[in-house]
T-cell receptor, first 117, second 112 residues
Framework: KNQVEQSPQSLIILEGKNCTLQ??????????LRWYKQDTGRGPVSLTI?????NTKSNGRYTATLDADTKQSSLHITASQLSDSASYIC????????????????FGKGTKLSVKP | NAGVTQTPKFQVLKTGQSMTLQCAQD?????MSWYRQDPGMGLRLIHY???????DQGEVPNGYNVSRSTTEDFPLRLLSAAPSQTSVYFC???????????FGSGTRLTVV
């Protein structure tokens, strides 16, 4: 079964500290993996997207890594800010029919990050 | 450039009532989809469309209808609301169905 598992479920860090969020997936065949940030009461916003051949992609203080062999990804946040408080969702796109039973987008449950002053 | 616009932002329905959640995008995207987000669960696909006049079911389609008469609009209809449909609904669009999804800000629906 295609699944995306994220850890930890929630995380509290102090402002200025770094943190790393984890994503493991079993989606096959694999097309791409993306990280979204979802602020409370808002829709998800894309941070990064990586295909099979990409190992690392950065977007400002956000750096995502992908190991397609072990089917693991991480999102590293550097020098956290209060505005980083949000849910971070890992989404894996399976190759194949869009949206159908083959599962175009498989969403993780998210990691809720709280950055405290 | 508005992106993906969803209306209303909040709605309370009584069991058995019907309503339509609106979704419009101004990016000329062919691919549009509806998701629901429930506590402790990832977003789940309800229905999707790969172009005007073409729709198909996703993972959790029961109790919902869609149609796509124009590229811009993709409304989601609840035929007879049930408490199990209490959720936050997101509409998303994409130019190619694979990369670059844009999500709306969501509709929070409560069925009592």
């Amino acid at each position: 079964k295609n699944q995306v598992e994220q850890s930890p479920q929630s995380l509290i860090i102090l402002e200025g500290k770094n943190c790393t969020l984890q994503c493991n997936y079993t989606v096959s065949p694999f097309s791409n993996l993306r990280w979204y940030k979802q602020d409370t009461g808002r829709g998800p916003v894309s941070l990064t997207i990586m295909t099979f051949s990409e190992n690392t992609k950065s977007n400002g203080r956000y750096t995502a890594t992908l190991d397609a062999d072990t089917k693991q990804s991480s999102l590293h946040i550097t020098a956290s800010q209060l505005s980083d408080s949000a849910s971070y969702i890992c989404v894996v796109s399976g190759a194949g029919n869009y949206g159908g039973s083959q599962g175009n987008l498989i969403f993780g449950k998210g990691t809720k990050l709280s950055v405290k002053p | 450039n508005a992106g993906v616009t969803q209306t209303p932002k909040f709605q309370v329905l009584k069991t058995g009532q019907s309503m339509t959640l609106q979704c419009a995008q101004d990016m000329n995207h062919e691919y549009m989809s509806w998701y629901r987000q429930d506590p402790g669960m990832g977003l789940r696909l309800i229905h999707y469309s790969v172009g005007a006049g073409i729709t198909d079911q996703g993972e959790v389609p029961n109790g919902y209808n869609v149609s796509r008469s124009t590229t811009e609009d993709f409304p989601l209809r609840l035929l007879s609301a049930a408490p199990s449909q209490t959720s936050v609904y997101f509409c998303a669009s994409s130019s190619d169905g694979n990369y670059g999804y844009t999500f709306g800000s969501g509709t929070r629906l409560t069925v009592v």
